[in-house]
């Protein structure tokens, strides 16, 4: 067995090292102990619950009309800001996150005439949120915006993603580039580990000595990747006070723009208990199942000439490198000749930057107009 100094430091390769198998205590279980909490099933017998709306009343700067699709039995939340008939604007949001992340971003765009259409994930904000965490695999979130895109009828798409956001987004667009007009991209990536080099514990346990967030992720600040991934991973897994948003509360202090407790409060919306957090809890580990499929999405990516823009956050230590710009803007032909640059802001740049983040996004469409017809939105497998 890997001591708790390997499993905190990662690079373990071989046994149990695949994606998560089994629970303690199971999703019913957690269910059994919160009999108040109402239980959905998709007629595909997944069980989900729905965070009361009550939650989500009076958001700070979140005063968007709420908008929902129906994707796999699954109801999905997204906003749809600016005229109808404005260029198709796509924003993706990362873990723990939701399309409040955008509230700085919204407004601007669709004052420039955009039509912003902004989802959250299946299992974040006001999105329906499956209870057992092995329901959220890399590969069904990305069918599932997929199925959002088709079900929407967007094309000629101009993509914004950040962190899972923009896994998922760089996905498809290296899946379906006729799709896509433009892209911009921050803090994010396509990430490509085959075989996967992180440990997933066996069981999944709940360990109610778990450390606090500082203890366990603190030891690793200034590790390579990997190692502070792990770390990130096992807390997330094994935490039962794991605080979606304080996490993000952190992140944002140390991006240089604290949160007021509103803010906060507002993040953590979505989530009133451990039932409510499978997705934020699993989706560090789904870094474990981005393989050769991504690697696939590589070779469209290789090929995308339109439009790609980066824009790093100089804080984000782990995404928002130099490394990673130049990595990303070399591979990618649409990224020659535009201005690719950086904020001073951290992981969360939408929300350290997000007004400034928006006129970038807004000159980069300005300069590259859209010359393109519409195409079949029809997905393969």
């Not at 600016?82 to 700085?104: I, K, M």
């Not at 990303?328 to 930057?353: C, F, R, S, V, W």
């Amino acid at each position: 067995m890997p001591t708790t100094e390997q499993k905190q430091r990662g690079y373990l390769q071989g046994e149990r090292n695949g994606t998560i198998t089994t629970l303690i205590p199971a999703p019913e279980e957690l269910a059994a102990a919160e009999p108040e909490v109402t239980v959905h099933h998709t007629a595909d017998g997944v069980a989900f619950v729905r965070t009361p709306e009550e939650r989500f009343a009076d958001l700070p700067d979140y005063p968007f009309a709420p908008h929902y699709a129906v994707i796999d039995g699954l109801q999905m939340h997204y906003l749809d800001e600016g005229p109808r008939d404005g260029e198709t604007v796509l924003l993706l949001h990362g873990q723990p996150a939701s399309s409040y992340l955008y509230r700085r971003m919204v407004t601007p765009l669709a004052e420039a005439g955009y039509r912003v259409i902004a989802p959250d994930l299946i299992g974040f904000g006001k999105s329906d949120k499956p209870i057992d965490l092995r329901f959220h695999h890399f590969e069904r979130q990305v069918a599932l915006v997929k199925a959002f895109i088709q079900t929407l009828g967007l094309d000629a798409i101009s993509l914004f993603a950040q962190d899972w956001g923009s896994c998922i987004g760089l996905r498809i667009v290296g899946d379906r580039p006729d799709l896509f007009a433009r892209v911009a991209i921050s803090n994010g990536g396509l990430p490509v580990f085959h075989p996967p080099i992180f440990y997933i514990p066996e069981p999944v346990e709940l360990d109610p000595a778990a450390p606090s967030m500082l203890e366990a992720l603190g030891p690793t600040v200034g590790d390579p990747f990997p190692v502070a991934f792990q770390a990130w991973i096992n807390f997330t897994l094994t935490s039962p006070g794991f605080d979606p948003a304080r996490m993000i509360a952190f992140m944002c202090a140390a991006g240089g723009r604290p949160l007021s407790e509103a803010e906060i409060a507002a993040y953590n919306a979505p989530f009133p208990s451990l039932l409510f957090r499978a997705a934020p809890r699993a989706f560090p580990s789904m870094v474990n199942q981005c393989g050769t499929r991504n690697a696939a999405a590589w070779r469209g990516l290789a090929g995308f000439t339109r439009p790609f823009l980066h824009v790093r956050g100089t804080l984000d230590t782990q995404f928002g490198t130099q490394e990673m710009q130049d990595s990303m803007i070399t591979i990618i032909p649409g990224a020659k000749g535009q201005p690719h640059t950086a904020l001073e802001a951290g992981h969360y740049i939408q929300d350290n930057k997000g007004e400034e983040l928006a006129a970038l996004l807004v000159d980069f469409f300005a300069s590259n107009p859209i010359n393109i017809s519409p195409v079949s939105r029809v997905f393969g497998a």
